[in-house]
């Protein structure tokens, strides 16, 4: 399995970049969360600069936060600044439209957006339409600050047979968020396939998670791998605090975890302004007071905590289920992390 990293933008994020193709990771993403962190596009002009090699992906944007338009001159920009090492996530925008306190689109805007973005980037012309007024539109130069020569891979965030099935129609590949489990994986490939209009290609799935490698006697439940996993544990809780609906699906003991996040977080279930408070230090490392809300069951389902020989027999499963490339956010020490998760899929 090949393996590659996923960052928030921010200053230095290029010399992580470089470090990652070093080692000889595969792709190096930015997560796209405007009012969470900084810009994908800004950090990853940076990180074509800095490196030659590795494939460079935004993970994901959204037809929530930006037009066709726009995400396509981005896209375009940065293949000129690295032709044919761009990977471009879509998706409906769940986390960056939550933290603006607003709910994600629909899976058939995602798949027009998905579908502009394939035919701008590509030197086609597309519709595009802004209430009534529908007008065909390309980039009209290219060349030298717009490369639609080299080809971009496309990729559509799925946690379900929705989006996948937009994956399968628009012949893309999957990415997905803290998804171990192998069965999922299987339903997502039976509803991209079934969809698929053209069944020539085998597009790429990834996996986004956090890893965390055991030393010998160290408790896989320990502050240690709690802070290496942590944000990924909070996500899930951010989210469902946010979302009542989802909450109740949970276990007893997860959704007295939502309960205690909302108390401490000074907010409720219902409060309009809750985003605020529920958001700040998202996906970044964990404040230690709240390594308690980082359960074990959480830790189990949505990371990679184990010794050597554990973590490959789970990265051996995960690749028979179809996934090709496993994504790892690093928050304690980024290039330790990713050293290890080279060494690990070596």
């Not at 171990?180 to 339903?187: C, E, G, I, R, S």
């Not at 956090?210 to 709690?226: F, Q, Y």
């Not at 996040?261 to 985003?275: C, H, K």
Request: charged content about 20%; hydrophobic content about 40%; glycine content about 8%.
């Amino acid at each position: 399995m090949r393996a590659g990293v996923v960052v928030t933008a921010h200053p230095g994020v290029e010399d992580l970049a470089r470090r990652a193709e070093e080692l000889g990771l595969h792709s190096f993403w930015v997560y796209d969360s405007p009012m969470v962190h900084g810009d994908p596009f800004v950090a990853l002009s940076l990180c074509a600069k800095a490196t030659s090699r590795i494939r460079l992906g935004i993970g994901v944007t959204s037809p929530a936060l930006r037009s066709a338009p726009a995400a396509a001159s981005g896209l375009a920009s940065l293949n000129a600044l690295a032709p044919g090492r761009i990977i471009c996530g879509v998706g409906t925008g769940n986390t960056a439209r939550r933290t603006l306190g607003m709910r994600p689109t629909t899976a058939a805007t995602l798949e027009h957006f998905t579908s502009a973005l394939q035919d701008l980037c590509a030197g086609r012309t597309t519709e595009h339409r802004e209430g009534d007024r529908i007008r065909d539109i390309r980039f009209l130069h290219t060349g030298g600050h717009a490369n639609t020569t080299d080809p971009i891979e496309f990729v559509v965030a799925a946690l379900g047979p929705k989006a996948a099935a937009v994956a399968g129609r628009r012949g893309t590949g999957l990415i997905s968020f803290g998804l171990l489990d192998p069965t999922a994986w299987h339903a997502l490939h039976d509803a991209r396939r079934h969809a698929a209009q053209d069944t020539r290609g085998n597009p790429d799935s990834y996996l986004v998670t956090a890893l965390h490698i055991l030393g010998v006697g160290e408790d896989p439940h320990g502050d240690a791998a709690r802070d290496a996993t942590g944000h990924l544990a909070l996500s899930l809780l951010a989210y469902a605090a946010d979302t009542p609906a989802f909450a109740e699906q949970l276990g007893p003991e997860e959704r007295e975890a939502v309960r205690r996040l909302l108390d401490r977080r000074g907010t409720t279930a219902t409060a309009p302004d809750r985003y605020t408070k529920l958001y700040p230090n998202y996906l970044l490392r964990i404040a230690p007071q709240d390594r308690d809300l980082v359960l074990p069951s959480l830790m189990n389902s949505l990371a990679l905590v184990g010794t050597r020989d554990d973590l490959r027999a789970r990265v051996t499963t995960l690749e028979q289920a179809g996934i090709d490339e496993l994504l790892i956010q690093p928050v304690i020490d980024p290039p330790t992390e990713m050293a290890q998760l080279a060494q690990l899929l070596s």
